[in-house]
């Protein structure tokens, strides 16, 4: 069934879909409402932090990018961390990770339905909320079912309809502004205290979550191996400079001050009026649609990619590991997301799994950065081996690992691939310094779903799993 299933997929994602699946997993809702809690943590520093701690959330991206030229398989983190440490922790990152993006697809079907109450009241209240969510699950649903070409063509026409108003609130904004007075303003700013830096990064490291949406769907992208990393370095890279200008704009306009609204609602309002602050909105609205639209996307996948590991196995297994032969895509994995998230939207009760959703990111985050440490350990070792097997010829790479990582000891002790395996462990104490950051209740809530996920898989998916490969 497996090898069967996996060549219906369609290469339906090419280089500039990659790039549009970063930036929707990036860009959602944050950005409406970051400007202002920015400015008021960091001043007129604020805007300079993201393009540090861009530049270190980049170590984590990076590791993404290379641990997807190595497995080029949908599922993302639930292929590293089979790869890497076996069936049970597989399931569980998995299990955790599928979690945290429904509950996020569930919390922003809400914040697009806030931001279109500003303009349709009726549907940000009672009865007029659950239809509006239960057209917005189907839509998703419909769309992502009917075929992967079908659902990059929305995402690129809400791309489009996402960064045109953005792009011009920068440029008209940027013509308007008094260069010479903000630039003395900027000659005059002082780096804040090492604690309120802290509190300004852990902000800034959260924009950047969801950046990884790419690398789950990468048994249906074009060329991955070259595709992702670059798709996801060049885009998070360009994120970062977009919210470096958004930030710097915002603060040489409105300050410090609290705006009655979403802080660039208010922005454009000051640059445009009353007209530009509706098109913000609506552009919010948008903004959060192309959010919702590529995590269906990426995390319908997931159970896909578990169901044909056998970590899921059974009739349900089955199921979600189906590929609907017409549209080529996974239905049952999308219909049963869908119906997950829509059902947490209409009851509210995605608002506990909220508490741990970011911590549970970044523990994965993190069990794949160990993966990759494990792989150029393994690709190193082999290299040594073969050289001293082989003194007088170079001979061809037998394994994956060897053939992507250069495999020669010569290779790996070059600076370019020294710096190769240091930029892991950068990314991997971004990810502890973050996840420490992290409350007493998200880590009782992680854990409380580490216990559901170990006693499905113990319990229920292992003597299955061990049945079948048996």
Known sequence: MSSENKSLLTKGIGGIGAALLVLNGLIGAGIFALPAKMAAELGAFSP?????????????????GQLAALYQETGGPVVYAQKGFGDAAAFQTGFIYYLARATAIAANMHVLLLYAGYVWPELNAGIGKSFAIIALTTALIVVNIVGLKAAMRSLDTISVLKLLPFVALIAVGYWQLDFSTALVRSSETVV???DTISAGALLTLYAFIGFETVVVTSGETS???KTIPRALMLTVSGIAIFYFCVQWLYWHTVGPAKPDSAPLIALANMIFGETGALIMTLTAVVSVAGNLLANMISTSRLTFS????????????QKLGEIHAPFATPAVSILILGMFAGTMALSGSFVWLAISSVLARLVVY????VVLMKAQRASLQGATLQSASSQSSMQQDNSENDAYFNGSAGAFASPVNLFRRLIPFVALAV?????????????????GELVVGAL???FYFAPSNKESKG
Request: proline fraction near 5%.
């Open 192 to 194: 804040p205290a090492f």
């Open 366 to 369: 993190a069990v794949c950065v």
């Open 306 to 317: 578990m169901a044909q590991q056998s970590l899921i196995p059974g009739k349900l297994g």
């Open 456 to 458: 499905l898989y113990f």
């Open 223 to 225: 060329s991955p191996k």
């Open 431 to 447: 990810c502890a310094w973050s996840i420490a950051q992290s409350s007493t209740n998200a880590w009782l809530f992680l854990l």
């Open 48 to 64: 300079y932090i993201f393009l540090i701690f861009g530049t270190l959330m980049l170590a984590i991206v990076w590791c993404f």
